[in-house]
């Protein structure tokens, strides 16, 4: 289930970057987050169900966190919203999440293929605080770019990796 969920949250990142360089429909990108979000919960509770451990947990609750995520943005979309700062304060709990999983990988011995992941996720997430939090405008140039890259390398490569039992 994990390298779907790689899959979906890959295809909705990169979506999302996208929409910040081209003209993207808002109801199409808001209807696709939402999707995802489903998706990925579904599958988050049965990852939850089936943790054995502190790595598959970990994953579980990864899963939760990107869950979550495509959820508050398509109702930022849906609702028009300007004021993304409720999205940038889940970011800091989520990038402080995946940088705590990144150091428990570290710590543990993990493969390394979960280091970059949960490093990539703590960056991605963290962005989305400084961006819309504290308004830092160096960083929000740079979102489009930290999305369509998390998308692809953090998320649908190794999504497809784990399919093909390549890795994990």
Partial sequence: MLGVNLLFAGFALTLNGVAYLTSVD???KGTANVLVGVIIAINAVFQTAQAVDHTTFGFAAAMWLFALNYF???????FKSTNWKAFGLYGLFASIVSFVFTGEAIITGAPWVLVYMWAMWGILWAQSFFASMLGIKAIDKLSPHILILNGIAS?????????LGVIL
């Avoid at 508050?72 to 849906?78: G, N, Q, R």
């Avoid at 649908?156 to 784990?162: A, T």
Wanted: no cysteine; charged share 10%; aromatic share 16%.
């Fill in 26 to 28: 808002e109801k199409a």
């Fill in 155 to 163: 998320t649908f490569v190794p999504g497809f990796l784990i399919l």
């Fill in 72 to 78: 508050i943005i398509a109702a930022h979309i849906f």
